[in-house]
């Protein structure tokens, strides 16, 4: 079983960064993929960013240039650096992974805040 547990959201003004932090239990090595989404308050949720296994990584529009996912298999974690944070970047981030093997399972973290002041 694979539980996430993110960290690291609170309050910024705009302009600020901050880095996300998701601690993975179980063999970060077993997940195919990772990812961050958020929802900001009354949409949906949207992916922010996501790694692969093999390192590669995607990006939303939006956050290009200025957000970067990583992850530490060491120390089962991934994380998100954000910097020169938008008032519009004030959402509930969420960590994923999806694991494929048996059979493709997707987990979600609890969500932590973000908010961005202007």
């Known amino acids: 079983q694979v539980q996430l547990v993110e960290s690291g959201g609170g309050l910024v003004q705009a302009g600020g960064s901050l880095r996300l932090t998701c601690v993975v239990s179980?063999?970060?090595?077993?997940?195919?993929?990772m990812g961050w989404y958020r929802q900001p308050p009354g949409k949906q949720r949207e992916l922010v960013a996501g790694?692969?296994?093999?390192?590669?990584?995607n990006y939303a529009d939006s956050v290009k240039g200025r957000f970067t996912i990583s992850r530490d298999n060491a120390k089962n974690a991934m994380y998100l650096q954000m910097n020169s944070l938008k008032p519009e970047d004030t959402a509930v981030y969420y960590c994923?992974?999806?694991?494929?093997?048996?059979?493709?399972?997707?987990?979600w973290g609890q969500g932590t805040q973000v908010t961005v002041s202007s």
């Open positions: 994923n992974a999806v694991k494929r093997l048996p059979v493709t399972r997707t987990y």
């Open positions: 790694i692969n296994f093999d390192g590669s990584q």
């Open positions: 179980g063999n970060i090595l077993s997940l195919n993929s």
